[in-house]
Nanobody, 126 residues
Framework: QVQLVESGGGSVQAGGSLRLSCVAS????????MGWFRQAPGKEREGVAG???????NYADSVKGRFTISQDNAKKTLYLQIDNLKPEDTAMYYC????????????????????WGQGTQVTVSS
């Protein structure tokens, strides 16, 4: 089992930045993938960034150039740096983990991820 706890959300003005963190505990797989997803009210959950244990990343087109996913394996922590925030980024952001190193094309799909955190809210005002 893997437990995930997100933090770092908040309310910011458009153009601002946030860094989300996701701390993993429990069983740590040598081959894995991790991702950030978001869900706005009335919308489906969408993958915004993913990374696998080979360091391969993938980003949704809507966030490329503004979001950066990274990891600190020693701290068992996944990060999402969000710059130039826009009101349309307002959503609950979830961290997810999977037990295999899926290829880039899979990283934004929820299918590889059996483990999910509770989410952290990001609200962006114009």
């Amino acid at each position: 089992q893997v437990q995930l706890v997100e933090s770092g959300g908040g309310s910011v003005q458009a153009g601002g930045s946030l860094r989300l963190s996701c701390v993993a505990s429990g069983y740590i797989y040598r081959s894995y993938c991790m991702g950030w997803f978001r869900q706005a009210p009335g919308k489906e959950r969408e993958g915004v960034a993913g990374i696998n244990s080979d360091g391969v990343t993938n980003y949704a087109d809507s966030v490329k150039g503004r979001f950066t996913i990274s990891q600190d394996n020693a701290k068992k922590t996944l990060y999402l740096q969000i710059d130039n925030l826009k009101p349309e980024d307002t959503a609950m952001y979830y961290c997810a983990a999977g037990a295999s190193s899926y290829p880039q094309s899979w990283l934004l799909s929820p299918l590889p991820y059996p483990y999910w955190g509770q989410g952290t809210q990001v609200t962006v005002s114009s």
